[in-house]
């Protein structure tokens, strides 16, 4: 049974670099992508990027400027790299592993809540 | 703005039947597969529809999904307290080459 859990710190400074580990258990990350998505407070899901095992991306257009995922095989870990952030930026992040069109993001880590404020 | 339209709320009584809608265009739900996910209050989605109208293991088959052309929909029958969730729905979108999720219906269980 696969499981993911984000880790990180909860507080970043504006105009700072928020950094996000997803750490999975239970299966091996080289297979599949794995998505990061975030959750402003009482907002919706708003998908930021994932990443396929071999290193390729995609990103949302609207944080493509800021957003930098990557994968660490041999850690079994992808992270999340997301600069210059503000406010707008706070929110609850997930990882999920992204089995691709045909069956969507199926496991999802509970989520960890990341405030920017100084 | 989400790319995929729902309806902000929908609400029923117990063992009522509910349909939750979700809208988008050709080059998301017109030409990919519609994904559901089910949020229970603080926490983590869950996915409970797959390629339009497949259901993971564990998910009752009190709901089921269809899609036809670029709408979707989630039905929910013999609705239950514990159904009261939020409700997104997703797909692949072809012209941003991102997912692309609808702003969540919010189901009231009355």
């Known amino acids: 049974q696969v499981q993911l859990q984000e880790s990180g710190p909860r507080l970043v400074k504006p105009s700072e670099t928020l950094s996000l580990i997803c750490s999975v258990s239970?299966?091996?990350?080289?297979?599949?992508?794995w998505s990061w998505t975030r959750q402003p407070p009482g907002k919706g899901l708003e998908w930021i990027g994932h990443?396929?095992?071999?290193?390729?991306?995609n990103y949302n257009p609207s944080l493509k400027s800021r957003v930098t995922i990557s994968v660490d095989t041999s850690k079994n870990q992808f992270s999340l790299k997301l600069s210059s952030v503000t406010a707008a930026d706070t929110a609850v992040y997930y990882c999920?592993?992204?089995?691709?069109?045909?069956?969507?993001?199926?496991?999802w880590g509970q989520g960890t809540t990341v405030t920017v404020s100084s | 703005q989400s790319v995929l339209t729902q309806p902000p709320s929908a609400s029923g009584t117990p063992g009522q039947r509910v349909t939750i809608s979700c809208s988008g265009s050709?080059?998301?739900?017109?030409?990919?597969?519609v994904y559901w996910y089910q949020q229970l209050p603080g926490s983590a989605p869950k996915l409970l529809m797959y390629?339009?109208?497949q259901r993971p293991s564990g998910v009752p088959d009190r709901f089921s999904g269809s899609k036809s052309g670029t709408s979707a929909s989630l039905a929910i029958s013999g609705l239950r307290s514990e159904d009261e969730a939020d409700y997104y729905c997703?797909?692949?979108?072809?012209?941003?080459?991102?997912?692309?999720f609808g702003g969540g219906t919010k189901l009231t269980v009355l």
């Open positions: 997703a797909a692949w979108d072809d012209s941003l080459r991102n997912w692309v």
């Open positions: 999920a592993r992204d089995v691709g069109t045909n069956y969507g993001m199926d496991v």
């Open positions: 990443i396929y095992y071999s290193g390729s991306t």
């Open positions: 390629r339009n109208d």
């Open positions: 050709s080059s998301n739900i017109g030409s990919n597969y």
């Open positions: 239970g299966g091996s990350i080289s297979t599949y992508y």
